[in-house]
């Protein structure tokens, strides 16, 4: 099984990663601006599922078609893409809509929830992230291989959470801080709409 080291080792590194610039942490800043702190933690808790489902594919080996099939990528990747062009189109319309209460378009807690799974696991290029980086902390010598990749998914998703909820939190109390003016709701929907489509195209293009 894996060490001590070994695990607060991966863990540290996992953190640094996390709190780099990214699609997953800057869809966590604008869902949460937008929307305020419990928004970006339901977005956090479906990106950690979508963690699960690439930590699995990962362990089962299903993530070396991604690497192995261009097809297989592109595909997945374009579904990823057209995904967050709809996200843009939506905050572009947003002014048009009806808001709550506080100046923000309602969401049901599910909606937010799907919205950070379906947006990490369109993106193929984590479970090739984990193909590669999973099994650098692996001990080949040691039993129950799958068992190792599991827990060290695991520990990644810890990581993930504690800094993505941090984000969210730090978002969430800039977003209440401009709820009141709708001017600025406005404005936070356009620069929302402009990222998601920065993102699209940055997977769009994106390569294996």
């Known amino acids: 099984m894996l060490s001590l080291e070994t695990v607060s080792a991966f863990f540290i590194t996992s953190v640094v ?3 780099a610039p990214g699609p997953d942490n800057m869809f966590v800043l604008t869902q949460a ?8 933690v339901l977005v956090t808790l479906g990106l950690a599922t979508g963690l699960l489902l690439h930590t699995a594919a990962v362990s089962l080996g299903v993530a070396a078609l991604f690497q192995a099939s261009s097809v297989a990528f592109t595909v ?3 579904i990823g893409a057209a995904y967050l062009v709809y996200l843009a189109w939506q905050a572009f319309q947003a002014g048009a809509a009806q ?14 929830y799907r919205r950070g799974i379906i947006m990490n696991v369109t993106n193929p290029k984590v479970s090739i992230f984990f193909l590669a980086f999973l099994p650098q902390f ?15 998914g695991a520990v990644f998703i810890v990581a993930t959470l504690v800094v993505f909820g941090g984000l969210a939190l730090a978002a969430g109390s800039f ?5 009141g003016s709708e001017r600025a709701q406005k404005i936070m929907h356009r620069i929302a709409g402009v990222v ?11 390569q294996r």
């Open 196 to 206: 998601f489509i920065g993102l699209a195209i940055k997977l769009a293009t994106t």
């Open 175 to 179: 977003g209440n801080w401009l709820s």
């Open 138 to 152: 692996v001990n080949p010598e040691s039993n129950g291989l799958t068992t190792q990749l599991l827990l060290l």
């Open 33 to 40: 601006a937008l929307r305020g702190r419990f928004a970006g």
């Open 17 to 19: 990663l996390a709190m």
């Open 99 to 112: 808001v709550d209460g506080q100046g923000r378009q309602p969401l049901s807690r599910w909606q937010l």
């Open 76 to 78: 997945l990747k374009l």
